[in-house]
């Protein structure tokens, strides 16, 4: 079945740091990939989605390329920020996207 | 613009009695309507999805059922609560059709705690 693996976390940096957080993927079919981000207390929101392969979704100043030759949808952002701390979740969509399936999230703290 | 809404918030609930969670969805027709489950520190699982009015779909055998009496209304219920059933429910909604590339707009979301 379809499956979405990320970077364990948490993950924690300062202030301006660069971030990265992985995300590989097994899918039939070929598939959407979307990065959603959850702040406390909160439901997820969408932060990007790329369609089809090659393309980049960015948003906010986060960055992720859809590379089917690898199968990742890696999450980037040169600088980040204390309000960029948030639990961030990757997921895919083969079908229809309301049944997505989600990676376990990777929480991020950005520190001072 | 569409919004959704769900309610309440919070709850805590003893094991054995009933559960209503509501959610409701404006600004849009014919909305498909998803309840999400997250345990702690886990991703979500779809629990039910629905594509019209009375159309339930299960994705997992489970103690909770769910109903869409109305277009833009979803609700989800048991008749007994366990100790399992903690955790964070989500709403969320797609445009009508299937389309692998929509967005999924989520509530604000439900934390549950059987005690």
């Known amino acids: 079945g379809d499956s979405v693996t990320q970077m364990e976390g948490p993950v924690t940096l300062s202030e301006e740091a660069f971030l990265t957080i992985n995300c590989t993927y097994t899918?039939?079919?070929?598939?959407?990939l979307f990065w959603y981000v959850q702040y406390p207390g909160e439901g997820l929101q969408l932060l990007l989605k790329?369609?089809?392969?090659?393309d980049k979704g960015s948003n906010k100043g986060f960055e992720a390329t859809y590379r089917k030759e690898t199968t990742s949808f890696h999450l980037e952002k040169g600088s980040v920020q204390v309000s960029d701390s948030a639990v961030y979740f990757c997921?895919?969509?083969?079908?229809?996207?309301?049944?997505?399936?989600f990676g376990d999230g990777t929480t991020l703290t950005v520190k001072p | 613009s569409q919004t959704i809404h769900q309610w309440p918030a919070t709850l805590v609930q003893p094991v054995g009695s009933p559960l209503s969670l509501e959610c409701t969805v404006e600004?849009?027709?014919?909305?498909?309507l998803y309840w999400y489950r997250q345990a702690a520190g886990r991703g979500l699982q779809l629990l039910f999805y629905?594509?019209?009015?009375?159309?339930i779909s299960s994705e997992v055998p489970q103690n909770l059922s769910a109903s869409r009496p109305q277009d833009r209304q979803f609700i989800l219920s048991s008749k007994k609560l366990l100790l399992s059933d903690s955790g964070f429910y989500l709403c969320?909604?797609?445009?009508?059709?299937?389309?692998?590339?929509?967005?999924?707009?989520f509530g604000e979301g439900s934390w549950l705690t059987v005690v």
């Open positions: 969320a909604w797609t445009p009508g059709g299937v389309d692998s590339g929509n967005t999924i707009y």
């Open positions: 899918a039939t079919g070929y598939p959407s």
């Open positions: 790329a369609t089809k392969a090659d």
């Open positions: 997921a895919l969509s083969v079908t229809n996207a309301g049944k997505s399936t």
């Open positions: 600004g849009t027709s014919n909305p498909n």
């Open positions: 629905s594509v019209g009015i009375g159309q």
